[in-house]
């Protein structure tokens, strides 16, 4: 009798199992071991789509896209990637199916927790699935094939199982305590590793960002010409303010040009404001430009890719017309919408709801409806768009440090020291 390749062991007169005799179970190994695979690989994406800007290898469209999936809020629990956790639970797959090799035992007490696990493991494929579907409304391939893995396996184990699950079941002295060393030796690491890996990567970016001064080159060679990169500093001058934190008289100028649907501007504006507290406020200014992804105001782009991106845009800069502080404080909020559902995104950024949250902000909703159903701000934000164009972005975010555009990476370690070589080589 065969259990996915477990030979049924003979048992002595006393019950007990006879040593020996069983076989690898070869089909829960190899998607154990291609399992693993794929989930360490989605764990270098969630680290990648948390530290580095630009779209994942496995982004196609809106909808078939990792960033959303893996980057979101649903790419984690309880601070571990998910991509952790399905290296955990492969760990386990290939634990159970290597135990024929060190404890003898009959095929129906091995497939029993192999039934287990694949059990738990297909439940969770199902759950996650089920959010990124539903909930998320966005397809991850690589997380797609994790969980097809588990229910495949599932399938397989279940199917064995049915044939030899009232066989008489009989172990080696010791056996359960070798399987529940086998899991938690292949079991424990990954779940280690996805707490301590980030950490230790941020780490270990900021010793090689020191010490390696001779990197790719963090900023183009050639500025801008400077009339490219000044800033208004009064509504009543050109198109409108420029909005910006920091000192007027600092060293350091960034500009950022943004799109407020796009995740990777959430992260690179988050990471340049940690940078900047961390250089110091005084030496660094932050220029927030807007340029939206959508063709309901931005010519240069061929669809609405971000529906929601231009009304965000205007409704940033009516907010902070009456009250500076007010632009960020709005900017954060319209950045929440990043993980939200398609659905969740058409209910909040309607234009009741964006009045409501101005209200929040203790703003004149009248005065900021007017502003937004007028199209007041549009002028200044097409202005950005037609700058975005002369400077060569073809897509956001995009970066420029005191006139020249930024190549490093977009985390606040890569930035401090970015900002520091623009000091020290103004």
């Known amino acids: 009798m065969y259990f996915n390749g477990f030979k049924t062991l003979d048992s002595n007169a006393s019950g007990a199992a006879a040593p020996g005799g069983a076989k690898l179970n070869i089909i829960s190994l190899i998607l154990g071991l291609v399992g693993f695979g794929t989930s360490l ?28 999936v893996i980057g979101g809020q649903y790419g984690e629990f309880m601070s571990i990637p998910l991509g952790a956790y399905g290296m955990a639970y492969f760990g386990l797959v290939i634990a159970a199916a290597i135990l024929p090799a060190f404890v003898a035992s009959s095929v129906s007490w091995i497939g029993r927790w192999q039934m287990l696990i694949a059990a738990v493991g297909a439940f969770v494929s199902l759950l996650l699935a089920y959010i990124s579907y539903f909930k998320i409304q966005a397809v991850c391939l690589v997380c797609s094939t994790v969980h097809a893995l588990s229910v495949v396996n599932f399938i397989v184990t279940l199917v064995s199982f049915i044939k030899v699950r009232n066989q008489p079941q009989t ?6 305590v070798k399987l529940l060393a086998a899991c938690l030796a292949l079991g424990v690491p990954p779940l280690l590793a996805g707490a301590i890996l980030p950490l230790v990567s941020s780490t270990l970016g900021v010793s090689s960002e020191s010490a390696n001064k001779s990197d790719a080159p963090q900023v183009s060679a050639t500025p801008f010409p400077a ?28 500009h950022m040009f943004s799109d407020l649907e796009c995740p990777h501007c959430k992260i690179t504006a988050e990471a340049i404001e940690a940078a ?42 009516c907010a902070g017309s009456q009250r500076k502080d007010a632009f960020w404080e709005y900017k954060d909020w319209a950045f929440t919408g990043i993980d939200m559902t398609p659905d969740e995104r058409q209910r909040t ?47 956001t975010p995009l970066v420029v440090i005191n006139g020249r555009t930024y190549t490093g990476d977009r985390t606040p370690q890569a930035l401090t020291r970015a900002f520091r070589d623009a000091l020290s080589n103004p």
């Open 41 to 68: 690989y989605a764990l270098t994406l969630h680290m990648q789509a948390k530290t580095a800007a630009g779209s994942l290898g496995c982004d196609v469209n809106d909808l078939v896209n990792c960033s959303k």
């Open 171 to 176: 172990v080696a002295e010791g056996g359960f």
């Open 227 to 254: 009339e490219w990169v000044q800033f208004a500093v009064s509504n009543y001058v050109g198109q409108g303010e420029d909005y910006r934190k920091g000192s007027d008289q600092a060293k350091v100028v960034v």
């Open 276 to 317: 900047q507290g961390a250089v110091g406020a005084e030496q660094v200014l932050f220029v927030y430009r807007n340029y939206p992804l959508s063709n309901k105001c931005n010519a240069n782009v061929g669809g609405e890719a971000h529906s929601h991106a231009c009304d965000l845009a205007m409704a940033l800069r």
């Open 349 to 395: 950024f309607t234009m009741e709801g964006m009045r409501a949250h101005a209200e929040k902000l203790k703003l004149d909703a009248g005065r900021f409806e007017a502003c937004l159903r007028d199209k007041i701000e549009l002028p200044k934000i097409q202005a950005d768009i037609d700058l975005g164009k002369k400077m060569g972005l073809t897509g």
